[in-house]
């Protein structure tokens, strides 16, 4: 078992910046391809960024293309979000995810991932 806590979140004007972090324990992070999803108030959870075990293959969300980067530290079992350039449209809930079956390739869909932090908020005024 594996257990997320994403940490990070809070408000921010647009054009500004955060740091989301996911800290994993139970099992190390090397076992996992890794993701961020974000879920905004009535809509469906969308996903906005994965990455693999190597870290040799990364996907995002369009709308956050150059904008947001991911990456992670399996020696201190983190991943991280860095979210530059903000804007209102990026309000949500942020989650980090693991999927424990894939290897080399990142999949975007919410059903690939078994395991789920309870998310953090992240706010983006105009």
């Known amino acids: 078992q594996v257990q997320l806590v994403e940490s990070g979140g809070g408000s921010v004007q647009a054009g500004g910046s955060l740091r989301l972090t996911c800290a994993v324990s139970?099992?190390?992070?090397?076992?996992?391809?890794m993701a961020w999803f974000r879920q905004a108030p009535g809509q469906e959870r969308e996903f906005v960024a994965t990455?693999?075990?190597?870290?040799?293959?990364?996907y995002y969300l369009d709308s956050v293309k150059g904008r947001f980067t991911i990456s992670r530290n399996n020696a201190k079992n983190t991943v991280y979000l860095q979210m530059n350039s903000l804007e209102p449209e990026d309000t949500a809930v942020y989650y980090c995810?693991?999927?424990?079956?894939?290897?080399?390739?990142?999949?975007?869909?919410?059903?690939?991932?078994?395991?789920w932090g309870q998310g953090t908020q992240v706010t983006v005024s105009s």
């Open positions: 139970g099992r190390g992070v090397s076992n996992y391809v």
């Open positions: 995810a693991a999927d424990p079956d894939a290897m080399l390739t990142p999949y975007r869909e919410v059903r690939r991932y078994d395991f």
């Open positions: 990455i693999n075990r190597g870290s040799d293959t990364i």
